[in-house]
């Protein structure tokens, strides 16, 4: 169950991926005048006001945009950069796109299985995004807004903001989208994402391609169907630093030939906390939960497409930290609420320290595709309701598990909570001696 979940999210990521590289310019759109502007749009004065303007098609001179901007159809931007003052509202035309281009996403099981619509070219053909380097550095108290001109928004009203290198989303609310925030491939460190606000967009909040963009103190929440953020691409290697994740369907995917630097986030009510498939991430000081589970339906034009993933499997198929054929660092984290802290598929060796795994039905369970070498030392795993440790059937060699508190110095009480050969002869042994007789102190 848990490999099938990281085989979906990796044909999530794979579809999602497909429209990411540079599409064929858009024909350059004249500003409308009122007469020309959709009806959906906000009331216009027979004079509008030099702060309201309108824009669709090819950009090939750097621009400032500030006031409200309405976005009628995709906008590219080519050998030039588009600067968004601080205060400015960038509202893109619900279900609109009057240039009519895009490319679907090729069908994978999570989308089948959904029937999802924002995967098919009428819809990106029907929806608006901005692609190219674009600079929006809000305030504090003066943000930038992205967002649908709908008076009903949804998720999946318009697509995203494709961010070429040298690009910079800072202080900004990103909403109502399908993708809110891609950073292109080969961008590598030039593109900065900090300080910003996703929310209610129906795919994912923030996906990187192949770069090493600067990911920090950004809140996201209600903004994945699929995930928060999601590292994808051979080399990609961002710092996602100090974000807050909630209320989504994975918090954080890490997929195939990444190595980000995932330390310092709050990843509370999501599904999956963060999935490593393939990956040499590193992951630590994060603090991970998740009492209920993602609670909240993602729609498009009112219908849900993506159910909240309680719904999906119940709260015991959730799991803090999932690591599939990879050896990621995991040190220090807080993990707790889950139906399973940590699970361990297939050809996996990752390094499991200082952490601390409380109040989940399982600790760390391995599953029974597991082989490799973890070093699991120097943990905290107590007070699970379940098992501590699970080494399900299909392992059957030893696994090295010393020098860990497991809530009791009472060597029955720590055996009664590890599930291995002693209770089955088809699964592998856990050395768990020597074992630490007091708590680490939790840093």
Known sequence: MIFRFLLVLLAIIAGAAACTSEEAAPTPTATPTPAQSPASHSPLTATPSPSETYKSGLITEDETWSGT????????????????????????????????????VPLDEWIVQHNDFAATLEYSQSHSSIQGVLVARGTPENMITFTSDSAMPDGGDWEQLHLWAGSAIEYCIVEYSRGAVDVAEDTYDSVVVSYNIMRYNLWTALTVHSSSSTVTYNEIYRSGGHQGIAII??????????????????????????????EDNILTNNHSGIGVLLSTAVIQRNIISSPTGAAYDFTYRGESVYFAT???????????????????????????????????????????????????????VFEPSFLGSPGISMNNIYKNSGDNLDLQPGFTGVLDAANNWWGTANEADIA?????????????????MPFLTEPLAEE
């Open 69 to 104: 901007v309405h976005i009628t159809g995709d906008v590219a931007v080519r050998g030039a950069t588009v600067t968004i003052l601080p205060g400015t509202t960038v509202l893109f035309a619900a279900h609109q796109d009057d240039q009519h281009s895009g490319c679907a």
């Open 233 to 262: 691409g051979a080399g990609s290697a961002p710092h996602i630093a100090n974000n807050r994740i909630e209320h989504c369907a994975a918090g954080i995917h890490v997929d195939v030939g990444t190595s980000p630097i995932i």
């Open 310 to 364: 309680t719904a999906m499997g119940g709260h015991n198929e959730t799991q803090g930290i999932t690591v599939g054929h990879s050896s990621p660092t995991i040190s220090h984290n807080d993990i707790s609420d889950y139906g399973k802290g940590i699970v361990i598929v297939g050809d996996s060796s990752p390094s499991i320290t200082f952490n601390t795994i409380s109040g989940c039905l399982g600790g760390i």
């Open 416 to 432: 009664r909570k590890i599930n291995d050969s002693v209770d089955d002869p088809s699964r592998g042994t856990v050395d768990y």
